[in-house]
């Protein structure tokens, strides 16, 4: 028997699954994601897609997964995490997702990359409002207006529409790839039709662009009666439990054959009682799992089995989180 004492506990409960290597499950939801984003490279104006699913449903792993099926097809997926800081008002929001977007295209390599002159004159004019008396390698007018605006100690209130829609054309035209946005924990939007209505008529007719929105189920009639409907312009994806047996058995498994230690579960009716006590979501399989694992880690066990302890151990962390 292997010693995993000193080793990594592989059911992390308490992050989302980082990459497709880790990633279980999901078969009917990765086909729709896949299809969608293979549809970018025909369609210029790709149809979104809202991630839906109850807090701690595995959004967010859903999320990380899309981000590298856009990077396996050459396209620049954007990551944009969102708290409740960022809709306290309009310019807040987009200025902190038109920063996530240049950044990335600097990372790229366009523009002349993070070496370049573009990317100095953009850090000189967003941290420290200054203006350019060359204007060559100052191609977006939202950096521009941002340091005019603060070099005179004006009020920002909002972005203007036209600077940013011509910088976000700018960049798809210099990129010639489609930008997969990423808005994760977009709950928060919920609170400004007026962001969720700008949003919705910056990217109404724009080329080259792709929004992936995560929320909870309640974010849904909001965002559906801001777009009118929804189904116009986003594919909905539920987020839920396993939808399988086969799922959860996976989820249980794969970890221990990696390390090479399957022998520590035996036979289906393990499966069968975590799956019955989780529902099979997937962050309350992990919570189980992890559980189990650090009994035999401690010699406490030394199979992966349920008993009165493991069950009380799991009953109190579930009400702690």
């Known amino acids: 028997m292997v010693d995993l004492s000193h080793a990594t506990n592989p059911y992390d409960f308490a992050n989302p699954v980082p990459d497709a290597k880790q990633f279980v499950g999901r078969k009917a939801e990765l086909e729709d994601i896949r299809y969608y984003l293979d549809q970018c490279k025909v369609n210029p104006h790709p149809i979104s897609l809202a991630l839906l699913g109850p807090r701690a449903s595995g959004k967010t792993s859903v999320l990380n997964v899309v ?8 396209y620049l997926p954007v990551r944009i995490d969102l708290n409740e800081g ?41 941290y420290a409002d200054l203006i350019p008396e060359d204007k060559t390698f100052c191609p977006f007018l939202l950096p521009l207006q941002y340091a005019k605006a603060k070099g005179r100690a004006s009020a920002i209130r909002s972005v203007s529409d036209s600077s940013l829609k011509h910088d976000l054309c700018l960049i ?34 724009m080329v ?30 539920p987020i839920g439990a396993f939808s399988s047996w086969v799922e959860t058995d996976e989820c249980i498994r794969r970890p221990l054959r990696e390390l090479d230690a399957e022998g520590l579960i035996e036979g289906p009716e393990m499966v069968s009682e975590i799956q019955e006590l989780t529902g099979g979501r997937p962050y309350e399989v992990k919570l189980v799992c992890h559980f189990l694992f ?11 089995n349920l008993d009165t302890g493991v069950l009380e151990a799991i009953k109190r962390e579930l009400e702690t989180s």
């Open 67 to 74: 981000e590298g099926e856009a990077k396996a097809r050459g």
């Open 294 to 304: 650090r009994r035999i880690q401690e010699s406490k066990a030394s199979k992966m």
């Open 208 to 237: 080259g662009y792709m929004l992936v929105l995560t929320g909870t189920p309640d974010l849904f009639p909001v965002i559906d009666e801001v777009f009118s409907p929804i189904v116009r312009q986003f594919k909905k994806i």
């Open 172 to 205: 798809s035209q210099q990129l010639n790839v489609p930008l997969i946005l990423l808005f994760d924990e977009c709950n928060v939007l919920a609170r400004s039709r007026v962001i969720l209505e700008k949003l919705r008529n910056l990217f109404m007719n």
């Open 86 to 126: 960022d809709v306290q008002s309009d310019f807040t929001f987009f200025f902190k997702f038109f920063d996530a977007v240049v950044m990335a295209v600097f990372l790229s390599g366009a523009f002349g990359g993070t070496a370049g002159k573009t990317y100095d004159t953009y850090l000189d004019m967003i």
